[in-house]
Antibody, heavy 116, light 106 residues
Framework: EVQLVESGGGLVQPGGSLRLSCAAS????????MNWVRQAPGKGLEWVSY????????YYADSVKGRFTISRDNAKKSLYLQMNSLRAEDTAVYYC?????????WGQGTLVTVSS | SYELTQPLSVSVALGQTARITCGGN??????VHWYQQRPGQAPVLVIY???NRPSGIPERFSGSNSGNTATLTISRAQAGDEADYYC?????????FGGGTKLTVL
C-alpha cells in the first residue's frame, strides 16, 4: 500500500524557518517524481514545488521561489521542503504528493501556521 | 502565467448528471487531471489525462477535453459525490490548479 506521511509542521513566527519531511512507503520511491502542494484554510489547492525522481529537475511556484527548497533522499525514501523567510500567507496544510500521470497519491498533510 | 477557470459552484439533483467545466487557453492541447476533495480529506485523483479513470473510481465519472474547455461529468450523482473538484494541468514547468468547484447534490 502506498503511503506518504508528512511531518514537521507547526507554529512559527513570521520570518522564521521550518523543514517539512515526507516519508514514503509501499512503492519504489526513487522511480517517481514528487510534489509539494498546499492549501490555505478555506482555500483551493496551490502547487508549491516539484522534484524529478533523480532530483536533478526542480521547479517552484513564483510565490515561494528563493525562499523554499525542495530536496529528496532516495536512499531514505524521503522528500523534504525547507521553508525560510516564512510569511503569514504561507499558512496552509502542506501535502506531499506523488506525480504519475496526474498526482495519484497524496499524504494527509501537515499544518504550517505562520503567526506572531 | 497559465490560468484555469472553474465555476465556484455547481448543483445537481440526486441521480442526475453534473458537469463541471475547466477553462483555459487551448486547454485541449494539454493533459487535464481532475481531483475530488471531500471536507477534511486529502484530494483524490478521479480522472487523469483527460478521459482516464484510476482503478477504484466509478464509471459514473468521465472526462473530456477540447478547444478551450475541459469537462468533468458525473452521471447518476450520489450524495457521496458532494465535494470540491479541481482541474489541473502542467504549463511551462509549473503545475496549475483551477480554483475549484463545490458540487452540491440536492
Amino acid at each position: 500500500e502506498v503511503q506518504l506521511v508528512e511531518s514537521g509542521g507547526g507554529l512559527v513566527q513570521p520570518g522564521g524557518s521550518l523543514r517539512l519531511s515526507c516519508a514514503a512507503s509501499g512503492f519504489t520511491f526513487s522511480s517517481y517524481d514528487m510534489n509539494w502542494v498546499r492549501q490555505a484554510p478555506g482555500k483551493g489547492l496551490e502547487w508549491v514545488s516539484y522534484i524529478s525522481s533523480s532530483g536533478y529537475t526542480i521547479y517552484y511556484a513564483d510565490s515561494v521561489k528563493g525562499r523554499f527548497t525542495i530536496s529528496r533522499d532516495n536512499a531514505k525514501k524521503s522528500l523534504y521542503l525547507q521553508m525560510n523567510s516564512l510569511r503569514a500567507e504561507d499558512t496552509a496544510v502542506y501535502y506531499c504528493a506523488r506525480e504519475s500521470q496526474g498526482i495519484d497519491y497524496w499524504g494527509q498533510g501537515t499544518l504550517v501556521t505562520v503567526s506572531s | 502565467s497559465y490560468e484555469l477557470t472553474q465555476p465556484l459552484s455547481v448543483s445537481v439533483a440526486l441521480g442526475q448528471t453534473a458537469r463541471i467545466t475547466c477553462g483555459g487557453n487551448n486547454i485541449g492541447s494539454k493533459n487535464v487531471h481532475w481531483y475530488q476533495q471531500r471536507p477534511g480529506q486529502a484530494p483524490v485523483l478521479v480522472i487523469y489525462r483527460n478521459t482516464n479513470r484510476p482503478s477504484g473510481i466509478p464509471e459514473r465519472f468521465s472526462g473530456s477535453n477540447s478547444g478551450n474547455t475541459a469537462t468533468l461529468t458525473i452521471s447518476r450523482a450520489q450524495a457521496g459525490d458532494e465535494a470540491d473538484y479541481y482541474c489541473q494541468v502542467w504549463a511551462s514547468g509549473t503545475v496549475v490548479f483551477g480554483g475549484g468547484t463545490k458540487l452540491t447534490v440536492l
